[in-house]
């Protein structure tokens, strides 16, 4: 069974830095896509970041473009999402999701699996 969790949310001031930790397990990490989405209150969820199974392939949501970078290490089963110049528009609920193949995709549902989510506040 696989199980992604995350790791790292909290509270930071408008333009500090978070780095967000996603662990992958049940399965081989290297082989799939990984992608971050975010849930904002009154908000539709948005998908803003996606890297490929080797880690060479990466893409982004215009909002986050430049700001935001997912990595990952495939040695150590974690996908990272470093998160600078924080706005307060980027408060919500964090979600790493794992895809069912290795190329890197924004589409949400060709995310199978999912961690509980971890929230990200970002104060004024």
């Known amino acids: 069974q696989v199980q992604v969790v995350e790791s790292g949310g909290g509270l930071v001031q408008a333009g500090g830095s978070l780095r967000l930790s996603c662990a992958a397990s049940?399965?081989?990490?290297?082989?799939?896509?990984m992608g971050w989405l975010r849930q904002a209150p009154g908000k539709e969820s948005e998908f803003i970041a996606s890297?490929?199974?080797?880690?060479?392939?990466?893409y982004y949501a215009d909002p986050v473009k430049g700001r935001f970078t997912i990595s990952r290490d495939n040695a150590k089963n974690t996908v990272y999402l470093q998160m600078n110049s924080l706005k307060p528009e980027d408060t919500a609920v964090y979600y790493c999701?794992?895809?069912?193949?290795?190329?890197?995709?924004?589409?949400?549902?060709?995310?199978?699996?999912w961690g509980q989510g971890t929230q990200v506040t970002v104060s004024s």
């Open positions: 890297i490929d199974w080797s880690g060479g392939t990466t």
């Open positions: 999701a794992a895809a069912s193949f290795g190329s890197a995709t924004m589409s949400p549902t060709q995310y199978p699996y």
């Open positions: 049940g399965r081989t990490f290297s082989r799939y896509a």
